[in-house]
């Protein structure tokens, strides 16, 4: 189809900011529209007459666009042409169009224009009365997945693509001494009055062009165009260094202690899909100095009977299309306004060369000025009256009007029609008040100007402009220079002078006072009236909101929670002002009385994308590696995940299963030699001269005599008597220790050692350093492990006399100088040749050059695991669980209650209920199938034909196949287990079998240890 | 996220860099063995709650890896203070009440 | 040597385990990026970029732990070193050594690899009291960070402000950095070094390519 045939038969021919030879496609619901570069994707909708842009959540209806803004609450749109760039959520009021745009609506099934649900909509608005979201999906809990399935249906909230997102997304920190929100008149004048000082500045605005309602305003500034003015600030803080613009960037959250993140959608105005390489959206985190909110304010429309008919509008929305994008959205229009600045729209409109039907003004006296003005156009005013009701269903097409009091409580009569296509409705001003509630400060009201402005806060924060109630074109730049300059000064530059503060001349007409108007009545009451709707998004309405207070929910929350009203993905930027005023009047109680709900982040939906930024795939989480990692890889390890270490699991040979491999890699270790990689394993340096007592006070063990040259094993307790960490200590010098610690372990050990030195002990001379990552740590372990070593090193005498089981010794190994430990985690001989880590490889390799001829295995973790539990060795962290002792671990022979000094952990065993009878103990399990591997996490129980709920004795903490025992080998608690030796415990299934286990010792191999000390 | 001030490294850093260690001035007994299992419990296990003023001990993670304590308001995330083991603090909500 | 030196160095061997962790020549070293060999990358990799990124490898990192109320710890480190240890927040450099302060009673040295033994000596000798040295040469590795956009890489991957007004050159922060840590310096006006832990640094790698991406990496040998 050639676009350039197809009329735009909303679009002016002169006017706008767009570019009228810059052509762009784009598809709606599956049909091609043209429209121009400079377009939002709102604005070309209008220009081509597109009415109906969605269905409404609860009832159904056709919805049409209504603002030009992030207030928008019908035109939230999908976009993607592809299923990986799906994204939900998009205004199309804030999306630039491009060419080969998609965009749909989210919530018209099957289509928007002819929405099966709209037939259920009559029936089912009748059955979904208000607080259905609170009374229906409260329960029950087992449908609560056919509930969300119908909620996103029907609310619109649109889909997440299935496919992986190929755009890049990431995150940038700043740091500002002023940052200013907006940029409008009062935000440039801020930013301008700020950057001339010096300051580091960061000016953020949501939209492409900065100037905001200067962009489609009248007014001169200096005698100039307004845009003229914009065009020269922004160009002279383009040139400042020390100013930052963010322009198509939300501030969407101010949080704590001046930090604010803004969403930057930096290609997405370019195409669906960024440019190779682009960054597509951004998630700038500022932290500020002084924080300058020029936000605006947010233009309330009226509640008036079928107020969401499309072609119902705001009335500066209006003026938006038509001045801004030269695009008339109507034919004939009927203007409601409460105040002067209202009748804009409809001189805009006439300007356009389009029919103005008739300027209703809810005020009895309306103000002189705005009246002669119209009537000099030859604009029929109707003072004192209101839009009570429109007609029409996918498209307004006449009005119902009538009298009204002078308090806007009731019809008087005269009710009359008039035929139209569009109703603006002009309700005042709420200023954009959101991020200012952000950090928990509530907006105050302020009688003067019938609105919420932003509330005392502890942030260091300033308003300016209309967010402050202050509306004026001039009052804007006046206030944005002071506060600018005030924020500087504050953060330490400029000194307000009156150069910075200089404002420029403006000629605006004073306004005459508003009617404070939220409601619209109707011949018919409230709950008989056409539905008059408060919050689109949720559709709530007035009658809604009073069968709310009705019902007793007076706090503003909670008739919130009730109505559902505000909780639309546009935060009821339109809808929450009218509905606490509805709400007030019908509890006789005034706005301030009734109060505010409070805003939160964001000020508008964000993609998970720039949530996530580069944390995602191959950088969702860091990955540790040891320095072995590449042979590892290469010798075809799977890898277990240890905190954020990968670790060799097992080292599958072609063709083994996991048991195979895990069976082949334990063999080899009982009958010869494995090696694994224990460089994960936290390395703490202790030294000083208080170091030993330090050991003391934080093992359960002794530590006062143990020798230079030896190790010994330890267990930590938190003050609760509860184990949460082991390892082994050498002592490599009087005052120097090397502390091992489990590989999951090492921060929180490190951070703890230091929590008692810091807080507890400062006294003691002691200084922790961590080794982890220093040392390589190569374990050998098997009956042929000293034969190999000796082939590796010439200066270490390894004989069983001269290094004895818990020794260290240094000397070379490969030609490596290397701190060797002769412990053992296998029970079988073994050394742990430590060698610095730059070197880990090296030797690594040497060890194998050496050790074909004694089969040397690497081994994994998991060979690792079986091969201790056959020993009887816990992990901590497996074994326990933060609610055990080392007495219930039966390990009372790693307590040296003597110790002078009361070691953590001391007193808390000895409590009442850690020295009772029949606490749980561990034991090992023996099945008495041996070939059937009890589930870790089994639970005991003492009679499995107890009816349920059993009795439950403990759990199984390890369980494994031990090819070397030929049988299966668990470790378990059991209470009063040690008392039970012998016993048969039972272990029921979720498939209803139960496995049999006899009560032993958790030694299953070599109890007296006797291959470790070959 | 808060911003607070390292009275070791002598300037504000970003929260992720501390973390929170739980209420502050939890002296360890200085003979636990002459403590009963009450006073053992509570000296494990029984902090404060305030709304308003409470102090918090904070560890600088990474960064210098120090611990100190802040007096921060509960209700509104304000940071009245910070300072380093062993020193009192100027604000209470004593004081402050 | 004088008795009084050799009696105390007697003394510092039986209460702290000093040891040469460095082979002759022979034994092959790893650094932490050796198996992302930037040689090869630096040859043959792109040239058009505006942040240059390099690895120091295999240098000599000394922990240094001490009071500045212990005077041997403070005078006999300017003694052996010829300056002083930086105050907090600081850096001091002299020749091919390097200090930067990490806490109040921290330091990181940074000598060429085949130093770390002789200049723990050396410090040991001229130091008394409660002091601790901890070779960590092996645990990390120090990468340079250069160029007109180094900076938006920087402030990519960490929160701290790198404005000339809060971090000029010779300044250091022990910071977060993406989801690790490193310890950063300021070296020039366009140039960072970068010193990351062993394990997490081919993530930092990874990150750092990532992040660089839109300026374009060259990698230098």
């Given amino acids: 189809m050639n676009l350039n045939s197809m009329t735009q038969q909303n679009r002016l021919q002169t006017g706008g900011r767009i570019n009228r030879n810059k052509s762009l496609a784009f598809k709606f619901n599956g049909t091609s529209y043209p429209g121009f570069a400079g377009d939002t994707l709102a604005s070309a909708l209008l220009a081509n007459g597109v009415d109906v842009v969605g269905r409404s959540f609860k009832y159904s209806r056709p919805r049409g666009i209504v603002a030009a803004g992030a207030d928008e609450p019908n035109a939230v749109l999908q976009l993607g042409a592809t299923e990986a760039t799906q994204v939900p959520n998009v205004r199309a009021t804030q999306q630039e169009l491009f060419d080969g745009l998609v965009a749909a609506s989210t919530n018209g099934w099957p289509s928007t224009d002819n929405d099966m649900m709209s037939y259920i909509g009559k029936v089912g608005g009748r059955m979904m009365p208000p607080g259905f979201y609170y009374k229906t999906f409260m329960y029950p809990q087992s449908l609560w997945d056919t509930y969300e399935k119908f909620i996103r249906k029907a609310a619109g909230l649109g889909r997440s693509p299935i496919e992986n997102d190929p755009d890049i997304y990431d995150q940038m920190n700043h740091h500002a001494d002023v940052m200013v929100v907006g940029a409008g008149p009062a935000g440039l004048s801020a930013a301008l009055a700020a950057g001339r000082t010096g300051a580091r500045v960061i000016l953020a605005d949501e939209q492409a062009e900065f100037g905001g309602m200067l962009l489609h305003s009248d007014e001169t500034i200096d005698g100039k165009p307004a845009c003229q003015w914009v065009d020269e600030v922004v160009a002279e803080l383009t040139q400042m260094a020390n100013v930052m613009l963010l322009p198509r960037s939300t501030v969407n959250g101010y949080h704590d202690h001046n930090f604010l993140t803004i969403h930057e959608r930096r290609t997405d105005h370019i195409a669906d899909l960024a440019p190779k390489g682009q960054v597509r959206q951004r998630m700038h985190r500022v932290r500020a100095g002084w924080v300058v909110l020029a936000t605006g304010a947010i233009e309330r429309p009226l509640v008036y009977g079928n107020n969401d008919v499309p072609g119902c509008m705001l009335a500066s929305a209006v003026s938006t299309y038509i001045k801004r994008y030269a695009v008339v959205p109507g034919k004939e229009l009927v203007l409601m306004t409460t105040n002067d600045r209202g009748y804009k729209a409809a001189f805009h409109w006439q300007d356009a060369g389009r029919k103005v039907v008739a300027i209703v003004d809810t005020r009895a006296e309306s103000t002189a000025a705005c009246v002669v003005e119209a009537q000099k156009r030859g604009l029929k005013v109707i003072k004192g009256s209101a839009v009570i009701e429109v007609k029409g269903s996918k498209r307004v097409t006449g009005v119902t009007i009538a009298s009204i009091d002078a308090k806007g409580n009731r019809v008087t009569g005269n009710v009359r029609k008039l035929g139209c296509d569009t109703v603006a409705s002009a309700g005042g001003w709420s200023p954009a008040v959101h991020l200012s509630c952000h950090a928990g400060s509530r907006p105050e009201w302020r009688d003067d100007i019938q609105a919420f402005v932003p509330g005392k806060t502890l942030q260091k924060q300033l308003t300016a402009g209309s967010v402050n109630g202050s509306y004026t074109l001039n009052a804007c730049l006046e206030e944005g220079a002071q506060r600018g300059a005030l924020a500087a000064a504050n953060a330490g530059f400029g000194d307000q002078s009156d150069e910075l503060v200089k404002v420029p001349t403006v000629s605006e007409a004073a306004e005459g006072p508003a009617m404070a108007l939220f409601h619209v009545p109707h011949t018919k009451p409230t709950s008989r009236a056409p539905k008059q709707f408060v919050d689109y998004q949720t559709d709530v309405t007035a009658a809604g909101i009073e069968v709310a207070t009705r019902e007793g929910f007076e706090s503003i929350e909670h008739v919130k929670r009730y109505t559902a009203m505000g909780f639309g993905t546009d935060q009821g930027k339109l809808g929450n002002i009218n509905g606490m005023a509805i709400a007030a009047k019908s509890m006789n109680k005034t706005i301030p009385e009734t109060g505010t709900t409070i805003f939160r982040p964001n000020y508008t939906p964000i993609t998970f994308g720039a949530i996530a930024g580069r944390n995602c795939g191959e950088l969702f989480d860091p990955k540790r590696y040891s320095a072995m990692h590449r042979w590892h890889l290469e010798n075809g390890a799977k890898f277990e995940d240890v905190g954020q270490w990968k670790r060799p699991w097992y080292f599958p040979q072609a063709g083994e299963s996991m048991q195979d491999s895990l069976n082949r890699e334990c063999k080899a270790v009982r009958e010869s030699a494995g090696i694994l990689d224990a460089s994960t394993l936290g390395k703490i340096d202790i030294q000083g001269k208080d170091a030993r007592e330090f050991l003391g006070r934080v093992y359960s063990n002794a530590w006062a005599k143990l020798a230079v040259g030896k190790c010994r094993y330890g267990l930590m307790c938190g003050e609760d008597g509860m184990v949460f960490d082991d390892g082994v200590t050498a002592c490599l010098a009087e005052n120097h220790f090397v502390m091992t610690t489990t590989t999951g372990g090492a921060a929180r050990v490190l951070e703890w050692l230091e929590l008692y030195h810091q807080t507890e002990w400062p006294d003691m001379e002691v200084y922790f350093n961590t080794v982890t990552d220093h040392w390589s740590t190569l374990t050998i372990s098997g009956p042929n492990s000293r034969k190999l070593l000796s082939e590796l090193t010439d200066d270490i005498d390894l004989s069983k006399d001269n290094f004895k089981f818990m020794d260290w010794k240094a000397g070379t190994v490969a030609g490596v100088p290397a701190r060797v430990f002769r412990i053992s985690f296998t029970g079988e001989l073994s050394f742990e040749v430590n060698v610095q880590a730059n070197y880990g490889m090296y030797v690594w390799e040497k060890v194998f050059e050496v050790g074909a001829k004694y089969n040397l295995t690497p081994y994994g973790t998991e060979s690792m695991h079986v091969l201790r539990a056959e020993k009887g060795f816990i992990i901590a962290g497996q074994d326990t669980d933060g609610s055990v002792t080392p007495i219930d671990l039966g390990m009372d022979w790693c307590v040296a209650n003597s110790k002078p000094f009361s070691y953590i952990g001391k007193r808390g065993m000895a409590r009442e209920d850690c020295v009772k009878e029949n606490r749980k103990q561990l034991v090992g399990l023996k099945t008495k199938n041996p070939q059937v591997v009890i589930p870790e996490g089994s639970q005991a129980v003492a009679d499995p034909k107890q009816p349920i709920p059993m009795t439950m004795l403990g759990h199984v903490t390890s369980s494994y196949y031990s090819a070397c025992l030929n049988h299966s080998i668990a470790m378990g608690f059991v209470r009063g287990g040690l008392s039970r030796m012998g016993e048969t415990v039972y272990y029921p299934q979720p498939d209803g079998s139960v496995i049999e286990a006899e009560v032993c010792s958790p030694i299953f191999l070599d109890p007296k240890g006797a291959r470790q000390n070959v | 996220m808060f911003s607070i001030y390292c009275p070791y490294c002598e300037e504000h850093r970003e929260e992720e860099e501390f973390h929170a260690k739980g209420q502050a001035h939890i002296a360890r007994p200085l003979d636990p063995e002459n403590c009963s299992d009450k006073e053992w419990g509570e000296y494990l296990y029984f902090r404060d709650n305030p709304r308003g003023l409470h102090h918090e001990l904070w560890v600088h993670a990474t960064g210098c890896r120090k611990f100190f304590n802040i007096t921060r308001d509960t209700q509104s995330y304000e940071i009245k203070e910070t300072y380093k083991i062993g020193a009192k603090p100027c604000f209470t909500a004593t004081q402050d009440q | ?221």
């Fill in chain 3, 1 to 221: 040597m004088s008795e009084l030196v050799m009696a105390k160095q007697e003394t510092q061997t039986s209460l702290y385990a000093q040891m040469n962790q460095l082979p002759g020549v022979g034994p092959r070293a790893e650094s932490p990026l050796y198996h992302a060999d930037l040689t090869t990358i630096a040859k043959q990799g792109p040239v058009d970029g505006s942040v240059q990124l390099q690895e120091l490898a295999l240098l000599g990192h000394l922990v240094l732990r001490g009071s500045l109320q212990n005077g041997s710890f403070v005078k006999g480190f300017a003694r052996v070193m010829g300056f002083a240890l930086p105050g907090p927040m600081q850096s001091a450099a002299e020749g091919d050594a390097s200090v930067r302060w990490i806490s109040p009673d921290e330091w990181l040295l940074i000598v060429p690899g085949s130093d770390a033994f002789s200049v723990e000596t050396r410090l040991r000798e001229a130091m008394e009291g409660h002091y601790s040295i901890a070779n960590v040469s092996g645990g990390q590795t120090v990468l340079m960070l250069s160029g007109k956009d180094a900076i938006s890489v920087l402030k990519k991957s960490t929160g701290y402000d790198l404005h000339d007004s809060n971090f000029p050159v010779g300044k250091v922060v022990t910071t977060v950095f993406a989801k690790t840590q490193a310890v950063i310096r300021r070296t020039g006006p366009q140039e960072w070094e970068l010193v990351v832990r062993r394990s997490f640094s081919d993530y930092v790698w990874l990150w750092l390519q990532d992040a660089s991406a839109e300026y374009g990496l060259i990698v230098r040998g």
